[in-house]
Structures are given as structure tokens and as C-alpha cells.
């Protein structure tokens, strides 16, 4: 993204988040995929080799702003430490990027086509950077708000 302002850029993602949402792209991925099953397989097969014959240079995100459990979860008597998100690559898609809340953690998940994507660490390395900023400006604005009854925000 073009921009330099980490609480910009949130903004922005935000904004983007909740147009998509409002916009009916759930909707429309539910009836194509409605549609596929009522469609004889060696049709439906027959499109998806198609559809994956198409040229796919983008990356490919997949953001959720769903939260994940607020409590930690327990599995056989064990408490699950750290919830992993995956969103799958396939198709040609080359990078997907997903988010999870789990309890007070936000966990991240990035797999790329290692032959096609040049260096998914410094995506990573720029996600672990935009997040250590934010909450450095987090941090810094409580602060502010303890100094009294009033304060400016800029």
C-alpha cells in the first residue's frame, strides 16, 4: 500500500475491509459456488481448468476482521497455546496472508509460492514492522490520555 502513515493505512485497510463486505462479495462467491453444484462435474472441472489458465501476477490477501476465540481454547484437557492461521495458495494464486485473534494475541499466517514469490520474509518482516509501530503509537497515545482530563489528537 502507498502509504507511509501506519494509522492511515489502517484506516484505509479498514475502509477497504468493510466496502467489500458491504459490497456482496461473500454473496457472489456463494452463488458461483451454488451454482458449481448443481452443474455436472466434468463442466464445472472444465471451468476451473479454464479459470486456473488464466494469467495471476497479484498477491492474494485474505484479511478477517472476524476475531478468533477471546478465552484460550482447551483440546483433550490441554490448553491451546498459539492459534495458527492458514489460508491455502492454490490455482496460481502465489502469496496468501491471513489473520487471527486467539485470546489477547494476533497471529499471522503467510504462505508463497517460493518459486514465483522472491522474498515472503520481507513481507513478513514488513507486516512484524507496521504491527510494532502501531502499537508504539498505541502506547504512545495512552500515555497522552493520562495527562489530563483533556488531550488533542492529531
Given at each position: 500500500m502507498d502509504q507511509e502513515?501506519?494509522?492511515?493505512?489502517?484506516?484505509?485497510?479498514?475502509?477497504?475491509?468493510?466496502?467489500?463486505k458491504a459490497g456482496g462479495q461473500r454473496q457472489f462467491g456463494n452463488t458461483l459456488m451454488a451454482i458449481a453444484n448443481r452443474l455436472p462435474f466434468p463442466m464445472t472441472a472444465w471451468a476451473?481448468?479454464?479459470l486456473m489458465r488464466l494469467p495471476q501476477r497479484g498477491v492474494v490477501t485474505v484479511a478477517?476482521?472476524?476475531?478468533?476465540?477471546?478465552?484460550?481454547l482447551q483440546i483433550m484437557g490441554?490448553?491451546?497455546?498459539?492459534?495458527?492461521?492458514?489460508?491455502?495458495?492454490?490455482?496460481?494464486l502465489r502469496t496468501s496472508v491471513a489473520m487471527?485473534?486467539?485470546?489477547?494475541?494476533?497471529?499471522?499466517?503467510i504462505l508463497a509460492d517460493y518459486d514465483v514469490v522472491a522474498d515472503a520474509g520481507q513481507l513478513a518482516r514488513g507486516i512484524e514492522d507496521a504491527v510494532a509501530r502501531l502499537v508504539a503509537i498505541s502506547k504512545r497515545r495512552?500515555?497522552?490520555?493520562?495527562?489530563?482530563?483533556?488531550?488533542?489528537?492529531?
Open positions: 502513515n501506519p494509522l492511515q493505512r489502517l484506516r484505509i485497510v479498514h475502509s477497504r475491509l468493510t466496502r467489500a476451473v481448468g479454464l478477517t476482521n472476524v476475531p478468533g476465540p477471546r478465552r484460550p490441554r490448553r491451546v497455546l498459539d492459534l495458527y492461521p492458514v489460508s491455502p495458495i492454490a490455482m496460481q487471527l485473534s486467539y485470546a489477547d494475541d494476533l497471529y499471522f499466517g495512552k500515555v497522552t490520555r493520562r495527562r489530563g482530563a483533556l488531550s488533542l489528537v492529531v
